[in-house]
């Protein structure tokens, strides 16, 4: 069974950067994909940024692309999401998610591709 467990989650102002990461142990296949999920305030959990384990394709939200980055540590126990620019509207709870789904790909931003979660971290923007 696998362990994801989000850190980094914290408050800064408008405009500044924060990077969260998300340890991964058990994740025994080299398949699937691993991506990061929020849920603001009122709403639904949805996709922020993904990549397909297969070929390294990335996938970002496009309400983050160009100012967010999903990585990963040389020996793949970690995963990283950097996030530059910060908004209020970025304000949510923050997942970490995994699965080892082949066909991933076809829905990588989507929450129920993915049957293994974190428990979140909170990010929190002030204007």
């Known amino acids: 069974q696998m362990q994801l467990l989000e850190s980094g989650g914290d408050s800064v102002q408008a405009g500044g950067s924060l990077t969260l990461s998300c340890e991964i142990s058990?994740?025994?296949?080299?398949?699937?994909?691993l991506g990061w999920f929020r849920q603001a305030p009122g709403k639904g959990r949805e996709g922020v940024a993904s990549f397909y384990r297969a070929n390294g394709r990335t996938y970002y939200d496009e309400t983050v692309k160009g100012r967010f980055i999903i990585s990963q540590d040389i020996i793949k126990t970690r995963i990283y999401l950097q996030m530059n620019r910060l908004k209020p509207e970025d304000t949510a709870v923050y997942f970490c998610?995994?699965?080892?789904?082949?066909?991933?790909?076809?829905?990588?931003?989507?929450?129920?591709?993915?049957?293994?979660w974190g428990l979140g971290t909170q990010v929190t923007v002030s204007s």
């Open positions: 058990k994740f025994t296949h080299e398949s699937g994909c």
């Open positions: 998610a995994a699965t080892y789904a082949p066909g991933c790909n076809a829905d990588p931003l989507t929450k129920t591709s993915y049957n293994s």
